[in-house]
């Protein structure tokens, strides 16, 4: 595989990635501000699959074809750009794990809120709440790593 297709491919996985990540927060945030069962439940089940099908995939990709990318540019890890964007990466990759169960159990919770058409309860706002507090980091992180890779500082 050529540098070309392979640095093309790194692109484009890391703008799915950012891209499903960014649009699937914001939807899931608007549900739940929104406060309606029904809607979050629905809205909480989608994110779930795009985590899945996008996400997951990505998630896998971005570190086999950065270091493939890394090994045929002979950039060695320890260059200190990439060291930082490994340890971004995996500070990310850090809090997506439990934002998936969260995001799996805050589905659950609506669909059973809605079901017995009940309010959301105080675990799903406890729930919610820990998701927003790993995608801040989450986020920073992904922003962070978008950083180096485009200027890989000194």
């Known amino acids: 595989m050529s540098y070309a297709l392979l640095k093309f491919i790194h692109v484009l996985s890391s703008t799915v990635l950012f891209g499903t990540g960014i649009g699937s927060a914001y ?17 909480a089940g989608w994110v779930v699959v795009a985590d899945w099908l996008f996400t997951a995939t990505t998630i896998v990709l ?11 540019a002979h950039f060695p890890l320890q260059q200190t750009w990439l060291a930082w964007s490994i ?51 989450a986020l920073f992180a992904f922003v962070a790593v978008f950083y180096l890779m485009v200027t890989k500082p000194a």
């Open 27 to 43: 939807y899931l945030l608007r549900a739940a501000l929104d406060g309606r069962p029904e809607v979050v439940a629905r809205v």
């Open 62 to 72: 971005q570190p086999l074809s950065g270091w493939y990318l890394a090994r045929m």
């Open 87 to 137: 340890v971004l990466y995996a500070i990310a990759l850090a809090c997506w794990l439990p934002v998936v169960w969260l995001q799996m159990r805050m589905h659950r919770l609506a669909a059973t809120a809605a079901h017995a058409n009940a309010p959301l309860t105080a675990q799903f706002r406890r729930c919610f709440a820990a998701w927003f507090a790993l995608g801040v980091p």
